[in-house]
């Protein structure tokens, strides 16, 4: 089961640090990743391995929350499926 975490907001000091801190500590694996600074604003989107995590999804959710308002940035996290069907036309 995969999943897809997208991070955008003003660039600043360690964004990828925190993000997958939190995977890691959750034993989610990140499969790819893919970032870039345009102008001053960061925007990452990871693909994730989240068949073994230690919590559910729900939680894993509320600790993005969590940093999303500690460091001002929006951070996203869905199954990859409902990734695929909103992106799909």
């Known amino acids: ?9 003003k660039d600043r000091t360690g964004i990828i640090y ?3 801190k939190i995977l890691s500590e959750n034993g989610v ?3 790819d990743i893919s970032q870039t ?20 999804f729900a939680q894993l959710k509320e600790a993005f929350d969590a940093l999303s308002k500690t460091i001002g940035m ?4 869905q199954h990859e499926d409902i990734f695929n069907a909103m992106h799909t036309i």
């Not at 989107?45 to 919590?55: G, H």
């Not at 929006?74 to 996290?77: A, E, G, K, N, Q």
Request: with cysteine.
């Open 18 to 20: 925190n993000v997958s």
């Open 74 to 77: 929006s951070i996203r996290l």
């Open 29 to 31: 694996n990140i499969e």
């Open 37 to 56: 600074v345009m102008q001053d604003f960061f925007t990452m989107i990871m693909l994730v391995d989240v068949s073994k995590m230690s919590c559910d």
């Open 1 to 9: 089961m995969r999943a897809v975490v997208t991070v955008i907001g």
